[in-house]
């Protein structure tokens, strides 16, 4: 009897030690994870790698809430769906997970989860018809709540208190290293753009050339943004259009796109409407007017700038995503600072025109008067006489008045000096 109570003992306590055994090596997983790179993409994809390896799900979500809407937004997956990732949002206490979010509470589902009456189901997502469904909050030691992790199983499984507790525990925990994460991404994006500020600054210095400048714009957009096409389209006062100026994009379906009137479409109404105008998916908008080279060219979200200096229409700055995808806040500002910058670059290139163009109109009329007066005297031309004879001449030679009167200039001053 005593042999068999050892072996119950013995049994008992190797359990035990692999129990401990385990949850020792989940530990050491965790603190791997907390003190892991900072990169938000890379951690959630370790945590929801932890998660399937912990539980032997058959599936995980995790969900991040909204650092400025009441909202749950799905960041990552253990299976591939990235047309999900980031497009799928919950308000608070919608579904299970907006439940869990909203009361901080964790839920477990053993069997047929999609009977529960707090399922929300998604048709895009082949999990929805899992048996067993846990939902995890991630909360951080000021209670405040950092997202949700859902966990599911084809077929009905039974969670311990004890496995429910470590994966709290093991949610909590890693709140920190989350919060962390997303700081410093956000700090990244902070100076990229600063950085990108800087560079269209610079550029505006140091550059005269008002094409070159436009064109290392859209260069630089694209490229912040990830964008497969951006433009920049001026409008033209004469004709009441826009008409593109500028693009990085090497399709020539693109670049021949029309003019496009002021009130018309995405960038006319941007433009007439002085705000930014965000397009989900310009293949399914009814207002936008080249569906065809968007299709042919894999374009879908759009955001469209308006250019302003002093409330004056300058253009529009058209950038594109080749997927359904938001534009961050902070996106958007950033384009609309570049905008701006833009605009101030046009004005300056128009009014360094403009003065440029008057400079040679007054060169042009002070050797044209020259060329009249010598007409005058050695000719005995009137000056109305003297000026049309230099205008015919540049008529019939199809030259600027200013050539006939510097040829006339030189045949008078030969002249004089063989003389």
């Known amino acids: 009897m005593e042999q068999i109570k050892k072996k119950k003992t013995t049994r008992r306590v190797a359990k035990k030690n692999i129990s401990t055994s385990k949850e020792l090596k989940i530990l050491r997983n965790v603190i791997e994870i907390v003190n892991s790179d900072l990169d938000l993409n890379m951690l959630l994809h370790n945590i929801v790698s932890l998660m399937i390896e912990i539980t032997k799900a058959d599936s995980c979500f995790l969900y991040l809430k909204d650092p400025v809407l009441p909202q749950l937004v799905l960041m990552a997956s253990a299976k591939p769906h990235p047309r999900m990732i980031k497009k799928i949002k919950l308000n608070m206490g919608e579904g299970i997970t907006g439940w869990v979010a909203q009361n901080r509470q964790i839920v477990v589902i053993p069997q047929k989860a999609f009977e529960d009456n707090r399922f929300k189901t998604f048709n895009s997502l082949p999990e929805d018809k899992y048996e067993c469904f846990v939902a995890v909050p991630i909360v951080s030691n000021k209670n405040d709540l950092v997202g949700v992790i859902n966990l599911q199983h084809k077929n009905k499984k039974r969670y311990t208190k004890a496995t429910v507790s470590m994966l709290?525990?093991?949610?909590?925990?890693?709140?920190?290293?989350?919060?962390?994460?997303?700081?410093?991404?956000?700090?990244?994006?902070?100076?990229?753009?600063?950085?990108?500020?800087?560079?269209?600054?610079?550029?505006?210095?140091?550059?005269?050339?008002?094409?070159?400048?436009?064109?290392?714009?859209?260069?630089?957009?694209?490229?912040?943004?990830?964008?497969?096409?951006?433009?920049?389209?001026?409008?033209?006062?004469?004709?009441?259009?826009?008409?593109?100026?500028?693009?990085?994009?090497?399709?020539?379906?693109?670049?021949?796109?029309?003019?496009?009137k002021i009130g018309d479409g995405i960038s006319g109404n941007a433009l007439q409407e002085r705000e930014v105008i965000v397009v989900a998916d310009v293949t399914k908008e009814p207002a936008y007017q080249f569906r065809e080279v968007a299709e042919k060219e894999g374009l879908k979200s759009m955001a469209s700038i308006p250019m302003l200096l002093r409330d004056e229409p300058i253009g529009v700055i058209n950038t594109y995503r080749s997927d359904v995808r938001d534009f961050t806040k902070d996106e958007i500002s950033l384009l609309t600072v570049i905008a701006s910058l833009a605009s101030i670059a046009i004005d300056n290139a128009r009014l360094a025109t403009d003065a440029e163009k008057s400079r040679k109109e007054v060169e042009t009329r002070k050797i044209v008067e020259r060329a009249k007066g010598i007409l005058m005297k050695e000719n005995g031309f009137t000056e109305d006489q003297a000026y049309k004879w230099i205008h015919r001449k540049s008529m019939d030679s199809c030259r600027p008045m200013k050539e006939i009167a510097e040829a006339i200039l030189l045949y008078y001053d030969i002249n004089k000096r063989q003389g």
């Open 168 to 260: 709290s525990m093991i949610a909590n925990l890693l709140s920190g290293a989350i919060k962390h994460a997303r700081l410093y991404d956000a700090i990244q994006n902070k100076a990229t753009h600063l950085e990108t500020i800087f560079k269209i600054t610079y550029l505006l210095i140091t550059s005269k050339d008002l094409d070159d400048i436009l064109h290392r714009i859209v260069e630089i957009v694209a490229q912040v943004i990830g964008s497969p096409i951006c433009s920049i389209m001026l409008y033209n006062k004469n004709k009441g259009v826009l008409e593109i100026a500028a693009t990085q994009s090497l399709s020539d379906q693109y670049k021949k796109k029309g003019a496009i």
